[in-house]
């Protein structure tokens, strides 16, 4: 039921959830530190850096984001801006880690997407495009590094179209480019934003004038006048009006250009993003639609992660709130275990600084300390038996058995491979019979950092061998009977998943294919939406 508090409403109005996705090194981490600058949410450039190397020095599974330089775990930033909270959900940029990407995606309400303007369109933000598609989320797009010899804006407007298919409508343009990228033009509000050469990156201060017509104007953009004069009119005439509708139905992509590096045009998306993105949308359970504005609280856990901070070595569940006000020390009530626990210590995260939460609201992202009890995907709600959908598993695609150095650690090696997966980073396969459990992975670099984890954290010395596994389907049963045929024919495939759900494992999809073949009323899955699982 809508509420009549009108705190709620309020604060509802207030907030903007966001994640930023780009190809790695078109400049993410960069773009994340000055929309911090602007946040006044830090204070030197350089700060998101220089604290991810200061933390990551104290672990070492946290070297290896460091060697690698990329960025394996996640955090959640907030930051206020104008009259708005802001959170943005950092997502690992890595390909290795997509599958916690994905899950990230579905607890914002919005995209930034970062192209290098030098390179456009790549693979990563291709496949993360997909994601937000197929969520519908609305993305507004930023061309960086105009600075360098970057694509003609034309052609980048041009390959993004091509390759994402995804209609763009430009809302600032850019005046110069290179090492001559003197600023950008507002389309909406047709002020030129010229910056002064001098200041390069660090004050960001600006010459904004009201109109491009003018000698003024003529004077200030020199020899790029004719030029840029020239495609904003053929813009006007040619590109696709900014549709509400369209955008936020994820059809239609605002453009921005600038150089994240040097602080150009970073304000006008800022802007542009607080007025265009969505606030805290409602989002679909099994059993009905939960809207931001019910008084009932719900949320939904996207992401378990481990040992943020050595100090405190627990895991921490991310809640994405959906609806309500979360008040400190409140009861929740998770329906997968039907158990109700209250929450006095639920964390807020400004880049890895953490406080406690007295009050938090629909769009906030909330840190709940987890003692293995929460698992990715599940709701919680002050009572109501709901269970959000979307959250997804994707079968892994590759397969390790994992052996002991020492025999006698086989209790803590169980309880560090269980631990470590249900973070949702990696798979756990046990079979139906025998005893050797398998990991999968959707890529490579997850097996060394639950090598490097089980070491530091489980004091366990383990390697990975390889299989011939190739193959990982979710299997589903029309009834019983075709259940019981299945797992007495083909028993040397069959495993369960860390959720108790059944998979088949094998060397090939001939196998596979076969399996099915024998046993009609089986079906297979590549992916699993993980809920309503016990
Ligand atoms: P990521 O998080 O998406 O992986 O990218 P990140 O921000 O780390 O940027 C990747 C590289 O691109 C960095 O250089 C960064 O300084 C540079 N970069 C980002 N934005 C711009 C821009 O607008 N213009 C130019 N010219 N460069 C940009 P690096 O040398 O790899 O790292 P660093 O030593 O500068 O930190």
């Known amino acids: 039921m809508t509420s009549q508090n009108p705190e709620l409403h309020r604060e509802i109005a207030r907030r903007r959830t966001f994640a930023i996705i780009s190809h790695p090194d078109a400049g993410k981490t960069t773009i994340t530190e000055k929309l911090l ?6 204070h030197l ?23 690698r330089g990329i960025s394996v775990s996640t955090a959640v930033m907030t930051f206020e801006y104008r009259t708005l909270q802001l959170n943005l959900l950092d997502t690992p940029g890595h390909n290795d880690f997509s599958e916690d990407t994905f899950r990230t995606l579905t607890a914002v309400d919005a995209v930034l997407m970062v192209i290098d303007a030098t390179k456009g369109v790549e693979l990563q933000t291709k496949k993360l495009l997909e994601v937000c598609r197929l ?14 010899e970057a694509m003609d804006p034309l052609d980048l407007l041009d390959n993004l179209e091509k390759e994402l298919h995804m209609a763009c409508t430009p809302m600032t343009w850019p005046i110069g480019g290179g090492k001559e990228f003197q600023g950008v033009y507002d389309l909406r509000d047709k002020t ?10 660090h004050k960001n201060e ?3 004038l009201d109109s491009l017509v003018s000698p003024e104007a003529k004077q200030l953009i020199g020899k790029h006048y004719e030029q840029v004069t020239g495609e904003i009119e053929l813009l006007e005439g040619a590109s696709e009006p900014y549709d509400q509708t369209r955008f936020l139905r994820g059809q239609q992509t605002p453009v921005f250009f600038g150089s994240a590096l040097h602080n150009f045009g970073v304000k006008e998306l800022l802007d542009c993003f607080c007025d265009l993105a969505p606030g805290p949308q409602p989002r679909e359970t099994v059993h009905r639609v939960v809207d931001a504005d019910e008084d009932s609280f719900s949320g939904f856990v996207f992401k378990i992660q481990a040992n943020m901070d050595r100090n405190h070595r627990d895991r921490m569940a991310f809640i994405r709130i959906v609806s309500g006000i979360f008040r400190r020390g409140m009861d929740i009530y998770q329906p997968r275990t039907g158990k109700t626990m209250a929450v006095r210590n639920a964390m807020t995260f400004l880049a890895r600084d953490r406080s406690i939460v007295e009050e938090a609201y629909p769009g906030d992202i909330i840190g709940v300390p987890n003692h293995g009890t929460i ?6 709600t002050q009572g109501e038996n709901l269970q959000f959908t979307g959250v997804p598993s994707f079968a892994p695609e590759l397969f390790r058995r994992v052996r002991l150095r020492d025999p006698m650690k086989q209790k803590q090696l169980q309880k560090g491979l269980t631990e470590v997966c249900e973070e949702g980073a990696a798979q756990l396969f046990r079979p139906l019979i025998g005893s050797e459990w398998i990991v999968g992975a959707v890529g490579t670099l997850q097996f060394d950092v639950i090598v490097a984890r089980l070491r530091e954290e489980y004091n366990v010395d383990a390697v990975f061998e390889g299989l011939a596994l190739q193959v990982c389907r ?3 049963c029309k009834d019983a009977a075709v259940q019981k045929k299945l797992e007495d024919s083909a028993t040397r495939d069959l495993f369960t998943d860390g959720h108790g ?17 024998k046993n009609p009323g089986v079906t297979l899955h590549t992916t699993m939406e993980l809920h309503g699982n016990k």
Do not use: H
């Not at 450039?45 to 060697?67: C, F, L, P």
């Not at 969520?135 to 360098?148: A, E, G, H, Q, S």
């Not at 030129?192 to 990156?201: I, K, P, Q, S």
């Not at 759900?501 to 073949?517: M, W």
């Open 206 to 208: 600006r010459v904004v």
């Open 135 to 148: 969520k519908r989320t609305p993305v507004i797009t930023f061309m960086n590094k105009l600075d360098l």
């Open 37 to 42: 600058l602007f946040g006044g949410a830090i």
């Open 474 to 476: 979710w299997v589903a």
């Open 501 to 517: 759900n059944l998979c088949l494992l094998t060397e090939t999809r001939f196998r596979a294919d076969y399996i099915v073949e």
């Open 192 to 201: 030129v934003n010229f910056y002064l050469a001098a200041d390069r990156g």
């Open 375 to 380: 698992r990715i995907a599940d709701t919680f």
């Open 45 to 67: 450039a350089g700060a998101v850096k220089a604290k991810r190397n200061q933390k990551s020095a104290t672990s070492d599974w946290m070297s290896i984001e460091r060697e």
